[in-house]
């Protein structure tokens, strides 16, 4: 019987869900600046209803990014913390074939092919391409930093079937999504995490605490003012 917790700071949306065999117990709340004083009380209250304790986990996953620094850094040092307090292996998750998986399941797709694509904030987007096909995901196009005209050429040269995330609906004028499915509210819920770690966990894919790392595809957190105003001249 497997028993691991998976969580995602990686957004504004702080989310944690704990799997038991056949049970599954989660969690959401505020995430970006609160997540890191409220994580470990949120991840300690969930195992406390389910009546486990760490040391009960076989694997501790976490959304190991893109997304916010902030949230990546979270997510990565209380993953690393738990695991090491209790000798535990850590599945680092891809953030973004969260929400993959979070819009398959929610289609009921058997096989499934799509592109996500999230806001990053300062015009820019977050995207990579997945396919599901005989129960296992595939990486097509590896997380990239583009934008949404980059984006838009790229999908007019060759259509995506899907797209999902929250750049469908923030980047609308600027992406070319015609005749492919959309889902604008698929998010790297802690409850797809766990579907992707329990299939790394059968494939041998945990690693010690200490190697577990963030996915930065960025390396700039924030423009500066001239380039706030650029951008914002721009779009007049």
């Not at 005989?134 to 040269?157: F, I, K, N, Y």
Request: proline share 5%.
């Amino acid at each position: 019987m497997t028993t691991l917790l998976a969580f995602d700071t990686a957004t504004e949306r702080l989310t944690i869900a704990l799997r038991h065999g056949e049970r599954t117990w989660s969690h959401a709340g505020e995430g970006g600046a609160t997540a890191s004083a409220t994580l470990i009380p949120a991840i300690l209250a969930l195992l406390h209803d389910a009546g486990l304790a760490l040391i009960d986990l076989d694997a501790i996953a976490f959304g190991r990014g893109p997304g916010a620094f902030t949230g990546l850094r979270t997510a990565c040092s209380v993953a690393q913390g738990l695991a090491f307090g209790a000798s535990k292996p850590v599945l680092p998750i891809d953030s973004l074939l969260a929400v993959a998986e979070d819009a398959r399941a929610n289609a009921g797709a058997a096989d499934f092919r799509v592109w996500v694509a999230i806001d990053a904030r300062m015009g820019q987007i977050y995207a990579a391409e997945y396919a599901y096909v005989g129960g296992d995901w595939t990486t097509h196009v590896p997380p990239m930093l583009t934008d949404g005209e980059a984006l838009s050429a790229r999908w007019q040269a060759a259509p995506p079937q899907a797209i999902a995330g929250d750049a469908v609906r923030v980047f609308a004028a600027r992406l070319a999504t015609a005749g492919a499915l959309l889902f604008p509210d698929a998010r790297p819920e802690a409850t797809a995490m766990l579907a992707l770690a329990e299939a790394a966990w059968r494939a041998g894919e945990a690693v010690d605490a200490a190697l577990a790392l963030p996915l930065y595809v960025r390396d700039k957190v924030a423009e500066t003012t001239v380039e706030r105003a650029a951008r914002a001249l721009a779009k007049t």
